[in-house]
């Protein structure tokens, strides 16, 4: 079970955090009311899908003992045009140093995708989502 | 179109950035190797999502005239045990307070489930995910 808070600091601004104290704002941009001065919810989904990837692909290169030096992730994703405006299409360009084999590193990101990333398989296979709401002290 | 991009700083920590110079660190678990210095990626899933609708939540109760004062989101995620440990089941637990009317409250969060929530809707129409591998210079 993973578990996360939001509460609401006001406009369209929120703080997130996680079971281990770290937090993060989140807001939104001018266009639609925010003050941009975190990121976009929209946003960390693609973050959390690259992040997910990104980690695989260092723990496969190492145990192979590749010599990784870096590893950079640009992340493009596609909207719908009408609301919701979902991502119809996300590219994930993944970059490292030289010196890994092309093979290793197309390897790494097939074993990430197939079989161990979490979030591209949440993104591949539509979880349930339910909610409850509660208003005060009830 | 949306971008954000990743850099990884070592071990299992990245920095994640997005266009407007917002940036997060993200680590995992000691258990596989991580640092715990930020969140994990697949804990920003249920920030994305959470956020997601809670902007709309504010959006539509502040058109509604209503007396919002504390919005809070308590999301638990279930994960399968077998990877790749995907989502199953997301729990989204809403509290405002108790002036909002229950109905106002949940016509807020139906209208970011069924029309407005990008972030729902991605998770319920799988978008397709494609990939660009490179080395250093290339």
């Known amino acids: 079970m993973r578990k996360v808070a939001l509460h609401w600091i006001g406009n369209l601004q929120f703080v997130a955090a996680d079971d281990n104290k770290h937090s993060l704002v989140i807001d939104t941009k001018q266009e639609v009311g925010g003050n941009e001065t975190g990121f976009q919810p929209i946003d960390l989904l ?24 870096s590893l950079v992730f640009d992340v493009e994703g596609e909207r719908a045009t009408e609301h919701p405006k979902r991502f119809t299409k996300i590219l ?36 349930e989502i339910f909610f409850q709401m509660n208003r005060g002290e009830e």
């Open 46 to 69: 693609l973050v959390s899908l690259a992040g997910c990837m990104a980690m695989d692909i260092v723990s496969i290169l190492r145990k192979k003992h590749l010599d990784l030096k």
């Open 92 to 127: 994930l360009k993944i970059k490292s140093n030289e010196e890994i084999p092309r093979l290793d590193l197309e390897r790494a990101v097939e074993l990430s995708r197939d079989k161990y990333c979490s979030v591209f398989s949440t993104l591949k296979n539509p979880p």
